[in-house]
């Protein structure tokens, strides 16, 4: 399930680390006031076996803004997006933000409109077409073909011959974290976007958007759409368009 915040700002860009990263403070502010001990329990220890933490978010959207080269535009109505499989969270979200009339997103007041949640599609065919909005970011072993490492900063685009096999390891994971049929599969990747770096609090994650068909249990894939795809969902990464 998925939050939809409709904001206006007088703002007119924000600087480059400011557009993912204040996402996942606002996100666990919410929980810290509404759900608190939710909130400790996902930032100590994540959830199910591997430690995942089960939200997401999006960069915030002002279709309206003028471009700038070299700026993120905002300006006019947008919207900024939380998600998570886990009912409890987005409840919590949903109460913390009918009780706020700003966000403040890394120094930028926006102030709220409106609350709208979205359900996700039904996935009835046991198929979906995910895009993102936002960078994947994976992390791969850091080898070479001959087995030697590389790097140990293995972070993966897309188009690189580890990608898939991590990508469909996390698809798997995810649904193990929250006890779901992990039998969810990439069949293809469809879209590969431009590279982009953002800096979040563990430093720049590099990564690029994606199109791509996952073929899955409906529950399962719907859980996906709440979440993100890939790797630190919770710092905006992988925000899949609704």
Same mark, same amino acid.
């Given at each position: 399930? @998925? ?5 206006? /700002? ?132 850091? @080898? ?28 798997? @994971? ?45 529950? /399962? ?22």
């Amino acid at each position: 399930m @998925r939050l939809r915040i409709e904001v206006t /700002t007088a703002a007119t860009e924000l600087a480059w680390t400011k557009v993912l990263a204040p996402g996942r403070s606002l996100a666990y502010d919410l929980l810290a006031r509404e759900a608190p001990e939710l909130g400790r329990q996902l930032h100590s220890q994540g959830a199910g076996p591997y430690g995942m933490v089960p939200l997401g978010h999006g960069a915030p959207v002002f279709p309206q803004a003028t471009r700038r080269r070299g700026a993120y535009a905002v300006g006019g109505r947008g919207w900024v997006e939380l998600g998570s499989p886990l009912f409890e969270v987005v409840a919590a979200f949903t109460q913390g933000i009918k009780q706020r009339e700003l966000l403040d997103w890394g120094g930028t007041a926006f102030r709220i409109l409106n609350v709208t949640p979205a359900e996700p599609p039904a996935y009835a065919s046991g198929r979906g077409r995910f895009r993102t909005i936002t960078p994947v970011v994976m992390k791969g072993t850091g @080898r070479d073909e001959s087995g030697s490492r590389t790097t140990r900063q293995a972070w993966l685009l897309p188009t690189d011959r580890e990608f898939p096999v991590f990508f469909q390891r996390n698809l798997r @994971r995810k649904a193990e974290s929250l006890r779901l049929d992990p039998e969810v599969s990439l069949t293809e990747i469809s879209w590969v976007g431009a590279k982009r770096s953002f800096s979040v609090a563990q430093g720049a994650k590099p990564g690029a958007p994606v199109e791509v068909e996952l073929s899955g249990p409906p529950e /399962t894939l719907q859980a996906i759409w709440s979440w993100g795809l890939g790797q630190a969902n919770a710092a905006g990464f992988g925000w899949i368009a609704a």
